[in-house]
């Protein structure tokens, strides 16, 4: 009995697993999606990525790199709203102005997060 219950509580554990990494790898696509497009973030307009051969990045914002060490509040904060650490940035107050939604910059986060 004891080998079934540890069979069924690994199988469990093993499907909230892999749920947690479909949902995650889908939040990431969601985000990505929403970096490369023209009517939502268009971050690529100003952002390149480096190691990312991305079709013409802009050069106005800073190319983004090592954005796995940054802690997932901070991000989002940036692209919610920007002038908070930095008042002069050119960057849009994505959230605070309602571009995207608080979901959307989630995904935009789960994105950025795979940036080495």
């Known amino acids: 009995?004891?080998?079934?219950?540890?069979?069924?509580?690994?199988?469990?554990?093993?499907?909230?697993?892999?749920?947690?990494?479909?949902?995650?790898?889908?939040?990431?696509?969601?985000?990505?999606?929403?970096?490369?497009?023209?009517n939502k973030g268009n971050c690529l307009a100003c952002h390149g990525i480096k190691g990312m051969n991305v079709d013409g990045p802009g050069s106005m914002g800073p190319e983004l790199q090592a954005l796995q060490y940054w802690p997932d509040e901070a991000l989002y904060d940036k692209v919610y709203d920007p002038y908070t650490t930095n008042p002069i940035s050119a960057m849009?107050?994505?959230?605070?102005n309602g571009w995207l939604s608080d979901s959307e910059?989630?995904?935009?986060?789960?994105?950025?997060k795979t940036i080495k």
Do not use: R, W, Y
Request: glycine fraction near 6%; proline fraction near 2%; charge should be positive.
């Open 105 to 112: 910059i989630k995904a935009v986060v789960a994105f950025l």
């Open 92 to 96: 849009p107050a994505f959230g605070k």
């Open 1 to 38: 009995m004891k080998i079934v219950k540890k069979l069924l509580i690994a199988s469990a554990l093993s499907t909230v697993c892999f749920t947690g990494a479909v949902a995650n790898d889908a939040l990431i696509k969601q985000g990505k999606e929403i970096f490369m497009t023209k």
